[in-house]
């Protein structure tokens, strides 16, 4: 991209998007909570190990999709999605698979967060006291 097409882009989006600086150490709740008071209501996140295990462990989504590529990630020794106790939404909730399919090779997991209830989606929105 040139100089004068970042310019025409940025324009273009003026107002609509900006960066959002964070004090402190840096948590899933914490980039919620900030987008939601900006008004935003949907998320779609995408990353790596750390990323991900962050969102999950802070119960931070509805719904959980996990794509699997052996061929590109997956090596001896690479690192998995972690889940910190310590950062973990509690006893009452949990993961359950809504959906497994399988694409042009790749398995595709699609998971759901529900409360003890098992209502999916029960996770809820970010909580405003956090």
Do not use: K
Request: with cysteine.
């Amino acid at each position: 991209m040139s100089l004068g097409d970042h310019r025409r882009s940025s324009s273009r989006y003026a107002g609509l998007a900006c960066a959002i600086g964070l004090d402190g150490p840096i948590f899933a709740r914490s980039i919620a909570n900030t987008l939601q008071r900006r008004g935003v209501r949907h998320r779609f996140v995408e990353g790596g190990m750390r990323v991900l295990s962050m969102f999950v462990s802070e119960a931070v989504f509805d719904r959980f999709r996990l794509a699997i590529a052996p061929c590109f990630v997956g090596r001896v020794g690479a690192s998995r999605l972690q889940f910190w106790r310590d950062r973990m939404w509690g006893p009452s909730f949990r993961l359950v698979a809504a959906r497994v399919r399988l694409s042009g090779g790749r398995p595709s997991l699609t998971m759901n967060a529900c409360a003890a209830s098992g209502q999916p989606g029960s996770a809820g929105p970010p909580r405003a006291s956090d």
